[in-house]
């Protein structure tokens, strides 16, 4: 099978698109399948075996240069210069954007590939590609209305101190909050009527599937859950871990991610024992995060590590006596799944997917109401104090890592869904 994978953004390292594209282009690869990434930018890191065609945009949010003016020589098209005024106007350009330049690229090539699968783009001018004579699937990780309804519950109306660094930024140079989520989010129109069109949609979860139908109108019939699979090198350092350090992998200033739940709960704690906690991210420069480090007073207590390898990264997870993730909402939380493998014992919300990544509670991990700061900070200090339970939940979390996310299973159950969407596409043209 000949296969076109669009994504339009594919951070390597932080946040799951990245990691997903890489993993499963490489296991659909071990299956004899021939795999074309299109990306935007950033670009992913991929196998070897996996071709890489770019897909340039005026990258507006190249990190430490956000929000850029582009020099007027860089626009090259009509729709560069659509790119850029919708940025200017408040909005995020890049999944209707990309979703142009890609399909003039399968257009030229539409006799190169059996099936495209687009990674949670979902912007209107994909659904050309069918009249192409190709059929197209699409990934949907979770509907990112679920991130605008949370992001829309912590924003304030008005700001009386200017902000800085902020996405949120109307182009009349008032800062509303309200209004600049409302208006960064507006791209999720063109996912609503997408998303009910698509011929077949891959979720990771049931979570997912349920908030998809419910969100964005899918049919039912028409949704596959295929879990996501953690990579091998997440395995048990053997190291000894560092006493009193608590981890957690997130966005530090996106609302859905609940870091803001886990430093006031982490301040709490620190008044009681000594402890340090070690964000895996890289909070934006005076963003929300470090203001409430410093409000909290625990800046000396907290550091962030990002730019890691992978081997750093698996040497940072199982470095820590346990880890948090204190999201809101997730639709599959594949950073959850990769600290089990590694045998850190978590304290977890119950939060979309996150249960159903965890399994029973108690055993791979505590599991608390998101949002409680007290209860998240009672489920820490009772686990720190239990080093007999911290090793059954860890050694229990890799079992059912073993068992349950592999990323050559999820390529298996892929490509038999690709099987039924092509075979779909040619009897509805026969």
Known sequence: MRIALLSYRSKPHVGGQGIYIRRLSRELVALGHTVEVFSGQPYPELDEGVRLTKVPSLDLYEPGNEFRNPHPREFRDAIDVQEWLT??????PEPLTFSKRVIKLLKARRDDFDIVFDNQTLATPLLEIESYGLPLAAAIHHPITMDRAIELEVAPWFRRKKRTGSRLRPSWGIELPKIGVWRWYAFLRQQKLTAPRIRHVIVPSESSARDVVR???VDPKRITTVLLGVDERFRPSGAQRVPG????????????????????????????RELELVLVTKPKEGGVTEKLIDKLGIAGKVTFANGLTDDELVALMGSAE???????????????????????????????AIPEVVGPDGLCADVVEPGDVEALKNAVSALLDDPERRARMGAAGRQRVLELFSW???????????????????????
């Not at 909402?329 to 990769?338: D, M």
């Open 87 to 92: 940025m200017r106007s408040g909005a995020f």
């Open 215 to 217: 969100e964005f109108a």
């Open 245 to 272: 350090r608590i981890l957690a992998m997130a966005s530090a200033d996106a609302p859905l991610k609940g870091i803001h739940i886990l430093l006031e709960a982490f301040a709490k704690l620190t008044t009681e």
């Open 322 to 352: 346990l880890a948090c993730v204190p999201s809101l909402y997730e639709g599959f939380s594949l950073p959850t799944a990769e600290l089990m493998a590694c045998e850190t014992p978590l304290v977890v919300s119950r939060a979309g």
């Open 408 to 430: 050559s299973a999820v390529a298996t159950k892929t490509a038999a869904v690709f099987d039924d969407v092509i075979a779909d596409y040619k009897k509805e043209r026969a």
